[in-house]
């Protein structure tokens, strides 16, 4: 069998560089989606099963896998288990004619992006192929930007101390200008604190860190790069500049570990890659957080909530009879009653909570340590101020909402399900409204993909 198929017609834009690993037991059916993925996607590799699927993937390393579920000698989910213990992150997509909840649980557990029903729409496939692909062309993008920034910096003028973790030895002299000094003793005899020059942003690592416990994260730990806020004397602590930290040891001195701690100023890229970053993780249209970002946040907060045992909620909710909008306005209309709504819900949710456009007409808002009870009566009001807001096409919109509430040890997409069932419930209903889910409430959920 020939495992490296190039595609001989148009490529898509987000797929010319993807490589696609699909593995499927049933020959008429492989060759035939080989033939239909061939038309756009740039590389595929092909397995018979999974054995060969996991094989497949530790030689070549695909960016995407998709796979049928049941397979002799090696099944779907146990190939996309060997796949997760080699790369977590790594995107599955299954495939599969049967209804079988305990594979759809396992699949879930692992973190299965997608699940497509046999016979498979090729449509539909590479909707999802092409969204899954330029999440992942975005972040290759984010990382070759963050290379590109080490690369040109290497070399340019820094500040430079020298340190054992716990005492400072020696700043140069461009550093103890920018601080307000004139020499190193000068410094010294101010108690050598750097901390006090320190801007402390939201995702700072060292906040709440004395100096020898950053430091030694700096100079020991595992991260790929560590960038800190530095305000100098003439500077406000609103105008403090990005730098870039590395740590290189220094040859044994007097028996005693020394190193050489470079702060590279990064403010103008810092600045232009924080932007470049905000950008894949806000929808365009909207700019409220897209569903990756969804994803990353919901996580965090469940972690959260176990953590410190708080309650945690979410609701999803979509505009009711979107489509008519589209149909009967225009698609330019129907962009305006998005960005209209999600300007409505803004003003209305807090700081801490985080509103998320889940795809097309549908959205989300994980509202942390709020009741089930609080979250409906939030949802409620959203409601009543979409219904009686007179939107810029010149007519009314409603919206219908589903509510769930975190139950500790369960899974986000546990989570997730039971919101999604929740505003199912609420459009059976006659739309327009809020539903919830009990505590009480015992669902097996069935995947809708």
């Not at 699927?53 to 049928?68: A, Q, R, S």
């Not at 969204?131 to 990382?143: H, T």
């Not at 470049?276 to 409220?288: R, V, Y």
Request: aromatic share 10%.
């Amino acid at each position: 069998m020939k495992k490296e198929l190039f595609a001989d017609s148009a490529i898509d834009p987000y797929l010319n560089r993807t490589r696609v690993l699909y593995v499927e037991d049933e020959d008429m059916i492989r060759e035939s989606m080989i033939r239909i993925l061939k038309r756009r996607i740039h590389t595929i590799f092909a397995g018979a099963d999974g054995q060969e699927g996991l094989e497949l993937f530790k030689k070549h390393n695909p960016d995407i896998v998709i796979t049928d579920i049941r397979m002799p000698h090696m099944s779907g989910i146990e190939m996309a288990q060997g796949i997760r213990e080699i790369d977590e992150d790594v995107p599955v997509i299954l495939t599969t004619a049967y209804n079988d909840e305990d594979f759809f649980l396992k699949a879930i557990e692992i973190g299965v992006v997608k699940y497509i029903k046999k016979p498979i729409n090729s449509s539909d496939l590479f909707s999802v192929l092409v969204k899954v692909a330029k999440s992942i062309s975005q972040q290759k993008e984010i990382d070759a930007k963050n290379e590109f920034i080490k690369t040109i910096l290497d070399n340019n003028p820094a500040f430079l101390l020298i340190t054992d973790e716990a005492d400072i030895f020696f700043m140069n002299k461009s550093f103890l200008y920018f601080l307000g000094y004139d020499t190193f003793d000068e410094f010294k005899s101010n108690g050598l604190n750097i901390n006090r020059f320190l801007v402390v942003k939201d995702d700072a690592f060292y906040k709440n860190k004395s100096f020898t416990e950053w430091i030694t994260e700096v100079i020991h730990g595992k991260e790929k790069q560590y960038i800190l806020y530095l305000a100098g004397k003439e500077q406000l602590r609103s105008e403090a500049g990005a730098y870039l930290i590395s740590a290189t040891q220094i040859p044994e001195i007097q028996h005693t570990d020394r190193y050489l701690i470079t702060f590279t100023d990064i403010s103008g890229i810092e600045s232009e890659r924080r932007r470049f970053q905000d950008m894949a993780c806000k929808d365009p249209l909207t700019s409220i957080f897209n569903r990756k970002k969804f994803e990353d946040e919901i996580e965090k907060e469940i972690l959260r909530t176990e953590r410190y045992k708080t309650n945690l909620t979410m609701m999803i909710f979509d505009i009711d009879h979107f489509k008519s909008i589209n149909d009967t306005y225009g698609h330019q209309a129907g962009d305006a009653v998005l960005r209209e709504l999600t300007e409505i819900v803004s003003a209305h949710v807090r700081k801490t909570d985080i509103f998320a456009r889940y795809g097309g007409e549908e959205f989300v808002v994980i509202t942390p340590e709020t009741t089930l009870t609080g979250a409906t009566e939030l949802a409620e009001k959203l409601r009543e101020l979409i219904q009686n807001n007179k939107f810029s096409h010149g007519g009314h919109v409603t919206c219908s909402f589903g509510v769930s509430e975190y139950m500790g040890s369960e899974s986000s997409h546990t989570f997730i399900k039971k919101a999604d069932y929740a505003l199912y419930i609420a459009k059976n209903n006659g739309r327009n409204r809020v539903q919830f889910v009990e505590k009480e409430h015992s669902l097996v959920f069935n995947l809708p993909f």
